[in-house]
């Protein structure tokens, strides 16, 4: 299970991302992107690379959190397609990719990765969307009814 207190973002991570919440067991970051509606979850689980590496336990509780924000991506964006990936190849901590992904986007159908530099939130985008997401995870109950068609990015 986590280990909050001794849990701490790779540095990587930490320079490009910005805190949501806590799960159960994962931390949610927002990846300071405003090209992608992109979101990160991080097992608090120090010194793992891999979802194998977890326990079984935590490998269930971590596919339901997937899950959760999967969901709270189509229900805020209304996606074409949802990018879930664990890549890794540069940040060795194990983090699991939740992209939003649309036709008309600039990257459509590439990957997100290495398209172009990252374009930064301005605070008050920043601040709205983690807002945004603060409270759809709050009705997640109603997560089909709750979303909206509009783009927040």
């Not at 664990?86 to 992904?101: S, Y």
């Amino acid at each position: 299970m986590s280990d909050s207190e001794s849990f701490s973002l790779h540095p990587r991570l930490l320079g490009e991302s910005v805190f949501v919440l806590d799960l159960e067991l994962s931390r949610l970051v927002l990846m300071n992107n405003k090209r992608f509606p992109w979101l990160l979850l991080v097992p608090r689980v120090q010194d793992i690379a891999e979802i194998v590496d977890l326990s079984d336990k935590d490998q269930g509780i971590l596919w339901g959190e997937i899950a959760r924000i999967s969901k709270l991506l189509r229900a805020l964006f209304r996606p074409d397609k949802l990018n879930v990936a664990t890549i890794g190849n540069l940040v060795p901590q194990l983090h699991v990719h939740l992209i939003a992904r649309f036709r008309t986007d600039e990257a459509w159908p590439k990957p997100t990765f290495g398209f172009a530099p990252p374009l930064p939130y301005t605070r008050d985008g920043r601040d709205a969307l983690t807002a945004r997401i603060l409270a759809e995870l709050a009705t997640e109950g109603q997560l089909g009814e709750a979303g909206t068609s509009e783009r927040l990015i």
